[in-house]
């Protein structure tokens, strides 16, 4: 059953309460005031809960919205009669909303980006989802993918709507079938999850959307925290199940005020809605032949500057290089490792996944991020942010800094060895290009975890090797003392792993290295990464691939 739905009212023609408290700090409030502030209270921050009207004008460009003609309806398939008749309840819930259920799906743009848009009325029947809304959200994923637009999902549900049944049940495997779908055909989709998002719709269409947004404060799980709390008889953990909470667990990618949802929505649809463009025209800075980028450096003196506390790091090039840099976080499955960096950017207008190891300089940054040797979550959340780029068609650039993986207990019991082989073999399967820089210390499968690339360059003091100096001798002789000889017999500088064929090409530094002057480190590593991708712009994704394992496939003597 289907029926039309007016075009919502202008906010000059809705109204709010004159007065209205602060559901959290108890302040009363100007109603004037608090639309002007999109309904966040301006002393402690919460943000109200807001309905589809308020959610479409603060996201969408002025007069773009079209909802679509024909919303669906749920109907009563069981009869259901609790205190009430169901069809009583809906009746209601329409007459209070004008809405057919709890969803509100149509089409608009955010920052002139098309866009299919379904947004939820949690004031509706708690945001339930029965018959009508999952019918709802998959015609919107199925709109969004026959005119390849990105979906855009606003979330606020309690959950499967009871009063339907097991029908309201499979709704959850309707819904998650659209979204993967939309996944499978390279189509974005983001979803903005607010206060609250429970239950069904969590554990379907909700956590399956490319990009995740925590509105700040949402509240956001499977099962409520009273649920929880009464099963486990446990004092649940400051801050539980907030947006925050979860950003922090590697399970959303954003956390964001809703004053910033607009423009962090714009910048999405702009570095992962649009289609790479072609990289020309850009210097050839990499240099082929290694006695042109032969320092005259001992392996050892090379090693010290590829070590140096005040070397440029990921983040440092990429405030340097990209035009925009949206970071994203976490591996999905608990945890955001901070050693390994990764995100949507832009350089010279070329959309690209940029990914890194991240050591830092002061001691509480490189501690924080322990020394940019990732663990298991890290090459996880790696392994996730390449893939979103072979989905929306967007190249692979790594930056590689890093004595090796993460040791530890922690790490073997999460699984290291696990994550890095899935990322090795993961990266070398992709449909996209890939371009790796080896800036600094490339160390063990630590490093190669985030080189298993089309193309691999190394800066001219940077280093690359099986196992760090010290840990070789360690080894062989029994204490690290034999470091420097062992730099020697290992041959890890940039000529001689250009020699070997390890690397294709290396990236000259200016004199005393990248540290002592950035800016000219910056400007030519761009020129090599740009350079790179245009190499690779005519290449199919079955001979970017087919490349990549014959590179990998020829590296090694053997004799037979």
Not at 418 to 442: K, N
Not at 524 to 536: E, P
Request: charged content about 20%; aromatic content about 4%.
């Amino acid at each position: 059953m289907t029926l039309s739905i007016p075009v919502p009212a202008p906010p000059s023609a809705r109204t709010a309460p004159e007065w209205q408290q602060c559901p959290s700090c108890r302040t009363t409030l100007y109603g004037r005031r608090l639309v002007r502030e999109r309904y966040v209270c301006p002393d402690c921050g919460h943000h109200l809960r807001i309905g589809v009207d308020d959610r479409v004008e603060q996201l969408l460009d002025p007069g773009s919205w079209r909802p679509a003609e024909r919303q669906p309806v749920g109907g009563d398939p069981l009869g259901f009669v609790d205190s009430r008749p169901y069809p009583q309840r809906l009746d209601d819930a329409r007459r209070r909303s004008g809405r057919p259920d709890a969803v509100c799906y149509g089409f608009g743009q955010v920052d002139g980006h098309d866009v299919v848009l379904a947004v939820m009325d949690f004031s509706f029947l708690g945001g339930s989802m029965g018959s009508a809304v999952g019918e709802a959200i998959v015609r919107a994923a199925e709109d969004a993918r026959s005119s390849r637009t990105p979906l855009v999902l606003v979330v606020a549900s309690g959950g499967a709507r009871m009063q339907e049944g097991a029908l309201s049940l499979m709704q959850m495997a309707k819904t998650a079938q659209a979204m993967r779908r939309l996944h499978e055909d390279g189509v974005l989709s983001v979803a903005i999850l607010t206060d609250p998002t429970f239950g069904g719709v969590t554990a379907s269409f909700a956590t399956l959307a490319d990009v995740l947004i925590g509105e700040q404060g949402a509240h956001i799980g499977f099962a409520g925290p009273r649920v929880i709390a009464n099963a486990t008889r446990e004092r649940l953990p400051e801050g539980f199940q907030t947006a925050e909470y979860l950003l922090g667990a590697g399970l959303l990618d954003r956390v964001e005020s809703r004053r910033e949802l607009r423009s962090l929505l714009g910048r999405v649809l702009d570095l992962a809605g649009g289609r790479p463009t072609a990289c020309l025209g850009h210097p050839d800075v990499v240099v082929g032949d290694p006695a042109a980028v032969d320092t005259g450096e001992s392996a050892a003196e090379t090693l010290q500057l590829a070590r140096d506390v005040r070397r440029p790091t990921t983040l440092d090039y990429v405030g340097r290089i990209c035009d925009d840099w949206l970071e994203l976080h976490g591996d999905r499955l608990g945890d955001d490792d901070p050693a390994i960096v990764g995100g949507l950017a832009s350089i010279a207008g070329h959309r690209i996944v940029l990914l890194g190891h991240q050591k830092g300089h002061d001691t509480a940054e490189r501690v924080a991020r322990n020394f940019g040797m990732a663990g298991p979550a890290g090459y996880r959340k790696a392994l996730r942010l390449m893939r979103l780029a072979e989905r929306l068609g967007l190249p692979v650039v790594t930056l590689v800094d890093t004595q090796g993986a993460a040791p530890g207990i922690d790490a073997e019991r999460y699984g290291q060895s696990w994550a890095i082989a899935e990322c090795i073999a993961g990266m070398a399967r992709l449909e996209t290009p890939v371009l790796s820089v080896v800036i600094g210390e490339g160390g063990s499968g630590g490093a190669l975890a985030l080189a298993t690339a089309n193309q691999v360059f190394a800066l001219s003091n940077a280093c690359y090797s099986v196992i760090s100096p010290e840990s070789c001798s360690t080894i062989l002789y029994g204490d690290p003392s034999h470091g420097p000889r062992m730099a020697e017999a290992l041959r890890l500088t940039a000529p001689e792993q250009l020699r070997l064929g390890i690397v294709d090409g290396v990236v000259p530094e200016p004199d005393g290295g990248t540290q002592s002057d950035p800016a000219t480190a910056a400007a030519r590593l761009k020129d090599a990464i740009l350079g790179g991708l245009a190499r690779m712009a005519p290449l199919s994704a079955a001979q970017l691939r087919d490349q990549r394992h014959n590179r990998f496939r020829a590296l090694g003597v053997v004799d037979d």
